[in-house]
């Protein structure tokens, strides 16, 4: 069996190792998918749903999210029909009314066209995509850290609220969370919220990495201050 397989996003033939999903398929070769949960190396979730596409099969359209999708030879994927677009568009409006202090969030929902908010603000401090979590389990092996509760009151948390002795102080948590790549100067008060949008021009472009933006490899080397750019060299030695 070949260890490669070939498929069509958006027209365009792309060539994937055997075993990767459609969306690190799609990001190898530039095609843009916005996304939020996903990171590389990481057992995909498919919680945010902002990397949906279509699967085309047999003439049948088919949407699902892309990090969970596997490429398969011959798949027909499109990834920015309108249909895609627009029920994109409405995710990150959601998302950007949870958490409208997320620069990345702001510039995610920018870059998927949304112009106004049309639900209320929640101004939540964490929008559960569970990148933190993730990166403690399967990258660091420390499992510090682990979602508890229901609904509402679902959130991350540290064993008994104490950071434990297993925790290998790597920062990974807060280096990947949405909410703390470059975040907003302050909250913005209750009942002030608004779509603002305006640091996509600052977020788009990380000098380590010429080719990337804050959608594409969030939190993977993106940084507009370079206050870690040393540090995450070192650490990919
Ligand atoms: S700093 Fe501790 S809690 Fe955070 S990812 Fe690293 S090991 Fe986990
Ligand atoms: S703390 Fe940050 S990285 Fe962790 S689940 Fe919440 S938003 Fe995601
Ligand atoms: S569901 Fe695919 S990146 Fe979040």
Redesign the pocket.
Known sequence: MSEYVTLTINGAKVRAPRGTSVLDAALDYGICIPHLCHMQGVIPTGVCRLCIVEVIEKGRSKVTTSCTLEAEEGMVILAHTDKILKARKNIAEMLVAEAPNSRAIQDIALKCGVKDVRYPFRNKDCVLCGR?VR??TEI?R?R??GFVGRGEQRHVALPFDERPEF???????IDLCPMTITPCDGPMKKGEEYFCGKCESQLSMSEDFVDSCVWCRLGEGFDVTGRHAGRKQEDKR
């Open positions: 933190c990166a403690c660091w420390s510090s850290l925790c290998k102080r790597c920062n990974a948590c």
